[in-house]
């Protein structure tokens, strides 16, 4: 069975740092675009990061630039989303998702993601 599972999500004060992890079962990362995506309560959800099955090419919303950093790990089959000083414009719940582009593409877009995690949970306090 393909899964995808986020996990790192909790409460932490404004300022503070995450990491987010996605791990998968049932396949291998390395053989996907990955991106994170998040949605705030009565928003629409945005994507935030994604990073390309090379590894090479990462993208941020602007939202995030110089907060969040997207990598992989390929020894824990999982890929992390590092952010430090949060806001509290970042609450949300967090979801990875894995899709098929092209080698050293990725993209801040749902469309051609096939594979979806059930999301955590990220609050920020001020």
């Known amino acids: 069975q393909l899964q995808l599972v986020e996990s790192g999500g909790g409460l932490v004060q404004s300022g503070g740092s995450l990491r987010l992890s996605c791990a998968a079962s049932g396949f291998i990362l390395d053989y996907y675009t990955i991106g994170w995506f998040r949605q705030a309560p009565g928003k629409e959800r945005e994507g935030v990061s994604c990073i390309s099955r090379s590894g090479g090419s990462t993208r941020y919303a602007d939202s995030v630039k110089g907060r969040f950093t997207i990598s992989r790990d390929s020894s824990k089959n999982t890929v992390y989303l590092h952010i430090n000083s949060l806001k509290p414009e970042d609450t949300a719940v967090y979801y990875c998702?894995?899709?098929?582009?092209?080698?050293?593409?990725?993209?801040?877009?749902?469309?051609?993601?096939?594979?979806w995690g059930k999301g955590t949970l990220v609050t920020v306090s001020s």
């Open positions: 998702a894995a899709g098929n582009y092209p080698q050293a593409m990725c993209a801040l877009s749902s469309i051609g993601m096939d594979y």
